[in-house]
């Protein structure tokens, strides 16, 4: 039998590319609380999953768990393929944290993890003692690591964001679409994705850090900030040098001609002239010599400058000849060229199996589950995936193992409420309610 992680910690068996049994994954030795929902933070927590780590999954019993499960399409009772898509390879463990029983549960459980992660609204991960000034009492070297639309600190941090927002606030919809249209939101949740990846990172450097410290630490990771990052070398013409960015045609590049999509005679094609070498070989390929000695395109500042006229000359070419023979002319010629596929036609590709970009299972409700895999390849050990967990299937087991808790000690946490109402009357499910009891969370993985 492969080495790897018991049942009860929701460890998962690990095989080389070929099938066959070997080391733990790189970060099987790791353990971590996630307080999260929808998708930033599910995707973050999922990357760590998939290397590995244990996640435990916190979900609110009064909200019915995790929103992810409710998401159409695919959707039947508590399962869907979007909350699949997010949540594999985890446990879930009902806890309701707005309850001292419910909260005296958890820190139990951060007793003995890494990390805690979370994505909800930026004020609330310390009303529900989530950060390492909460938790350092019961783990000194824990991690606690917040994502959220603003952060845990500044004037907007009690305010919720979604992808959607952040786009359109940091000014991603203003240089997306064609210029006469309107501002355009991608088509994937970029945002999210995005800082979901700077999330697990974030937790895997203050992991490293305490481990070697002895100490643990806050790490703040804002949907907001994120997005302003990746606005990068746009973001330093504009502040250095006044540059404006703006829409343009055919999304070329703000700087570098040829390197946009063409129309062909069937079809898009994406020709990316990066460096000179791809320009001197691109007008023979297209059948276009005199191109090469015109001194309007000699360079890249030259090409740049003359961007609307050597784009009409392609543009002509280009509209004339299919999107096959494009690529075979410009890949023998070595430049760099793809078609521009739907979804489906990209998930044909033969990469996607070669690279591991697709994983399959059985689920009990959707038969088959194939999905995408982890881009991030460490090694060649690779976890075998198991379906995202029903919403608290592992709860008293994690509370055992994990939490050290006795079955009587379980029972009493359940008379309280902290996994959910009490239906047959004991006080608890609302116990210690008052001024200083967080109220359950409601939001969803983008910080709300």
Not at 159 to 181: F, K, R, S
Not at 260 to 270: K, P
Request: glycine fraction near 12%; include cysteine; hydrophobic fraction near 40%.
């Amino acid at each position: 039998m492969a080495p790897g992680r018991d049942q009860m910690h929701g460890r998962v068996l690990v095989v080389r590319s070929g099938g066959t049994p070997t080391r733990p994954l790189p970060l099987d030795d790791v353990r971590i609380l996630a307080v999260e929902q929808y998708g930033a933070g599910p995707f973050g927590s999922m990357l760590l999953a998939d290397l590995g780590a244990t996640v435990i999954k916190i979900e609110d019993p009064r909200s019915g768990g995790d929103v992810g499960r409710y998401v159409p399409p695919f959707q039947v009772g508590e399962d869907s393929l979007f909350f699949e898509a997010l949540n594999r390879n985890k446990r879930s463990v009902s806890l309701d944290l707005g309850t001292a029983a419910g909260r005296e549960a958890f820190r139990r459980l951060a007793a003995n993890v890494d990390a805690v992660f979370s994505n909800l609204r930026g004020d609330v991960p310390d009303r529900l003692g989530l950060t390492y000034e909460h938790l350092a009492a019961v783990n000194p070297s824990i991690v606690c690591c917040s994502l959220s639309a603003f952060g845990t600190a500044g004037r907007h941090r009690s305010e919720p964001g979604y992808d959607y927002l952040l786009q359109g606030l940091a000014g991603w919809m203003a240089v997306t679409g064609e210029p006469d249209g309107p501002p355009t939101k991608s088509g994937l949740s970029l945002v999210d994705f995005s800082a979901s990846h700077a999330a697990a990172l974030a937790v895997m450097v203050g992991v490293h850090a305490a481990r070697r410290d002895g100490i643990g630490l806050d790490c703040d990771i804002a949907l907001f900030d994120v997005a302003i990052g990746m606005l990068n070398y746009l973001g330093t013409w504009h502040l250095t040098g006044g540059h404006e960015p703006e829409r343009l045609a055919n999304s070329a590049h703000p700087s570098l001609t040829p390197f946009q999509n063409f129309e062909a005679a069937d079809g898009w094609i994406v020709i990316a002239c990066a460096k000179e070498k791809f320009w001197d070989r691109l007008p023979a390929a297209l059948g276009l010599p005199a191109l090469a000695s015109d001194a309007r395109f000699a360079t890249m500042a030259d090409r740049a400058q003359h961007a609307e006229v050597l784009t009409r000359i392609l543009s002509e070419e280009i509209r004339s000849q299919t999107v096959t023979t494009l690529l075979e002319r410009l890949q023998q010629a070595g430049v760099p060229c793809a078609p521009v596929l739907t979804v489906p036609e990209a998930l044909a590709r033969e990469e996607v199996l070669e690279r591991e970009m697709m994983v399959s299972y059985r689920h009990p409700v959707h038969g088959e589950v194939r999905a995408i895999g982890s881009p991030i390849k460490v090694g060649t050990e690779r976890a075998r995936p198991r379906p995202a967990p029903e919403r608290g299937e592992g709860t008293a087991a994690v509370l055992r193992s994990l939490g050290a808790l006795s079955d009587s000690e379980i029972a009493d946490l359940g008379r309280r409420g902290a996994f959910g109402p009490v239906s047959d009357g004991v006080p608890g499910a609302t116990e210690g309610a008052g001024p200083d009891t967080p109220a359950p969370v409601d939001g969803d993985g983008d910080g709300s």
